[in-house]
């Protein structure tokens, strides 16, 4: 290394040693901004822009309701609807498309974070 530049100590030693510091800042951060529906909620109001989880939590909330008017009123229709399709059935369906795009991603960074334990770890 003696001669090397700014950028050659930086891509060379500096970075390799932080990869496992980034790999777990960027999936906290993915997590985050994947769960993160209330920034549609508050600020978005075109509806071509709304974020995937505020359309699942606006299906969860429909659901919630559609069970509601069916228990409340004795129509065999709407009773008829809202038994093949449960609130249940749709909170654990949003569920499971939430959770993932998390899934598939995660194992990716896994490398990182056994070797940032490895790295951090007391050897004796």
Request: charged share 10%; aromatic share 12%.
């Amino acid at each position: 290394m003696d001669g090397a530049g700014l950028m050659t100590v930086f891509g060379k030693i500096i970075l390799p040693t932080c990869k496992p510091i980034l790999a777990t800042v960027a999936i906290f951060s993915a997590v985050g901004q994947w769960n993160s529906f209330q920034d549609t909620l508050l600020y978005i109001t075109d509806q071509k822009l709304y974020s995937l989880q505020y359309l699942l939590y606006t299906y969860i909330n429909q659901a919630n309701s559609i069970a509601a008017m069916a228990k409340s009123s004795g129509t065999a229709n709407l009773a008829n609807v809202a038994t093949t399709l449960t609130a249940t059935s749709v909170r654990m369906t949003v569920a499971v498309v939430v959770v993932l795009p998390i899934l598939f991603v995660y194992p990716f960074f896994q490398k990182y974070f056994v070797k940032g334990i490895m790295i951090g770890s007391v050897k004796g």
